[in-house]
């Protein structure tokens, strides 16, 4: 969108919080970037020049904004919608890939070599894998600085810095402020430091409108005991992380979701907060899906009624690609059921202060020594688990929000027991497909007869290419004409 001059000066004359994180807007003459919906006057339009990214913007020798914090804009939702490389590459880096691996690592993960991948980085972001990683430790740096008290030799590491002349180098220049200053810039700001140690409190940004109902409805209706809860109005769960565990804490508010994160170390924050990101479908762009939506005359009144619902996610894809299995042909209140059942029996013991969460829930490689005959299952259903946890364990099968996902469907339906339901919801809940479709589930057969919509999975498939590419999205409208508890933010 940036090369699109005249949309983007509209969008910034008219400080269109929309366009948040689409595009950057670089001024010549102060050498500052700012999001869209920056509150200063805006610049004369020559004055402006437009970037793909944050991180396109510092290469160029520009700073970040004091007053609109770009680097804090809600990531573009492109790489929500699209499973290319270049998307794909985008959310490894998003999860820490580059700090952990280097680019090598990222490139064999995408299997290109590093050449390729940072001239298709380039060419569509005008940045390469290490400068958008140095944007990102930029922005972790800045929410320890503000949020923790932790010495900043602490944060520079935690952050993911070599050194901490780089990190101090870094700040300076995109920030125009030195560590100290950013955290007393902040301390000043909210009149106190309210820091509980070994917690960081921040805000997680999205674009309006959000419907929390079947969000977190269905993330409390579905939680694992031990591993999820709702409690105090939060939607709490516990993290597997590379360097050790944390404890998170979401909670909706009108502008923003309210994140409290309790890690056992600091290196894991960017990666924590990317999965929480990733969970919530914060990144989506709910116009332009409502829009698309809106145009089917059946669907319209549902989504005019409560616009802005997202995808509710998963924080793991092995850990759901097990729990579908689990909720084959059973209710909700079972399959949580067989899920506590697993946690407790292999996942590792964990300490909250704060409430009642016990585990983190096992990985595939602590399931893959498990007994079938101790499964409450029937038969075909223990094959069908034991088999996905064997090739989640010896890595035969990858899932994640890396996944290609027309192959990971591939690979999935070759599995016994996997039918479209359960291949198209790991599809829609851990792949993060945004045109993955259910015609044959209960609930959205149920609420396409009571809209009288096709009711057959082959004529509602094919009534539902109007939708596309956000036949995702279209399910959580159907699935809120029911009264199930999934749909509905819980007291």
């Known amino acids: 969108m940036h090369t699109d001059t005249e949309r983007c000066v509209r969008a910034v004359q008219s400080k269109d919080a929309r366009f948040d994180g689409w595009f950057f807007t670089a001024v010549l003459t102060t050498r500052i970037y700012c999001r869209p919906s920056c509150p200063v006057v805006p610049p004369k339009p020559e004055n402006m020049v437009f970037y793909p990214s ?5 290469q160029a020798g520009y700073r970040a904004c004091k007053r609109c914090r770009p680097d804090t804009s809600p990531g573009s939702p492109e790489w929500n919608a699209r499973a290319d490389t270049v998307a794909r590459a985008m959310r490894l880096i998003g999860a820490g890939i580059v700090d952990r691996e280097g680019v090598p690592g990222l490139a064999a993960r995408l299997g290109y070599s590093t050449r390729q991948i940072e ?3 380039l060419a569509e972001l005008g940045a390469g894998p290490l400068a958008l990683a140095r944007a990102q430790r930029a922005q972790t740096a800045r929410v320890l600085i503000e949020t923790t008290d932790l010495p900043m030799a602490d944060v520079a590491f935690a952050a993911g810095f070599a050194s901490v002349r780089t990190f101090n180098d870094t700040v300076r220049e995109v920030f125009a402020l030195p560590p100290g200053q950013l955290r007393t810039r902040a301390a000043r700001t909210t009149g106190k430091t309210p820091h ?4 960081i409190a921040l805000r997680l940004p999205y674009r309006a409108p959000l419907n929390p109902d079947n969000l977190f409805g269905h993330l409390a209706a579905t939680a694992v005991p031990g591993v999820e809860e709702w409690r105090d109005g939060a939607y709490r769960r516990t993290l597997a992380l590379p360097h050790g565990h944390g404890i998170v804490a979401l909670t909706p508010r009108p502008d923003h979701i309210a994140c409290r994160l309790s890690l056992t170390d600091p290196r894991d924050l960017t990666l924590a907060i990317s999965r ?3 969970m919530l479908d914060l990144d989506a762009d709910p116009v332009a899906v409502d829009d698309q939506l809106r145009t089917d005359p059946l669907l319209a009144p549902l989504v005019d009624k409560a616009p802005g619902r997202r995808v509710p996610r998963t924080v793991d894809a092995a850990e759901f690609a097990v729990r579908a299995v689990l909720g084959q042909q059973v209710s909700t209140a079972a399959a949580r059921t067989h899920a506590a059942r697993l946690v407790t029996a292999h996942g590792i013991p964990v300490d909250d202060p704060d409430g009642g969460l016990t ?5 595939p490689e602590a399931l893959a020594a498990l007994d079938p005959e101790a499964l409450a299952l029937p ?3 223990r094959t069908t688990l034991t088999t996905l946890v064997g090739a989640l364990a010896d890595g035969s099968l990858r899932l994640g929000p890396d996944s290609a996902w027309d192959e990971a469907r ?5 599995l016994p027991g996997f039918g479209p339901w359960t291949v198209e919801v790991i599809a829609m809940r851990a792949l993060g497909d945004p045109d993955a479709f259910l015609p044959t589930d209960l609930g959205v057969r149920r609420a396409a007869a009571g809209l009288a919509l096709p009711s057959t999975p082959a004529a509602l498939t094919a009534r539902a290419t109007a939708w596309r590419p956000w036949r995702a999205y279209a399910v959580q409208y159907l699935w ?3 009264s199930h508890p999934v749909n509905h933010l819980p007291a």
């Not at 585990?359 to 990985?363: D, G, K, N, Q, S």
């Open 54 to 58: 944050a991180a396109a913007c510092q």
């Open 119 to 121: 001239r298709q980085l």
């Open 196 to 199: 509980t140690p070994g917690v």
């Open 276 to 278: 929480c990101r990733w």
């Open 359 to 363: 585990h983190l829930f096992p990985a």
């Open 379 to 381: 038969r075909s259903r």
């Open 410 to 414: 591939v690979q999935l339906a070759k």
């Open 480 to 482: 809120a004409t029911d």
